[in-house]
């Protein structure tokens, strides 16, 4: 499935819940490979390692999610763990039921 077609099937969850700037970094490529994989993984290192790209800008990626709602941390030791929100759970779950 491409973006484009993500975009089509998900427009009215899209323009019902999501504002500009949620919709900005989450349909580009890594942002939603960093999204997605925030269930499996919960940590920001881990994430950006297994999609290839920098600590730095998986944070950046993560942080935007942050203000808007979509994820929360939450300091365990030396590392914070992430996780959904209710708002970015049901996200993820409309993502995954279109297969991503």
Do not use: W
């Amino acid at each position: 499935m491409n973006i484009l077609t993500l975009k089509k099937n998900t427009g009215d969850f899209i323009k019902n819940k999501m504002d500009k700037e949620i919709k900005k970094i989450l349909f580009r490529e890594k942002p939603l490979k960093i999204f997605m994989l925030i269930e499996r993984y919960g940590i920001s290192s881990t994430i950006s390692r297994k999609i290839g790209c920098t600590y730095s800008h998986a944070v950046k990626i993560i942080d935007k999610y942050n203000i808007e709602g979509l994820v929360e941390k939450k300091r365990e030791g030396r590392e914070k763990k992430l996780k959904y929100t209710d708002k970015g759970r049901k996200l993820f779950e409309s993502l995954q039921d279109l297969g991503l």
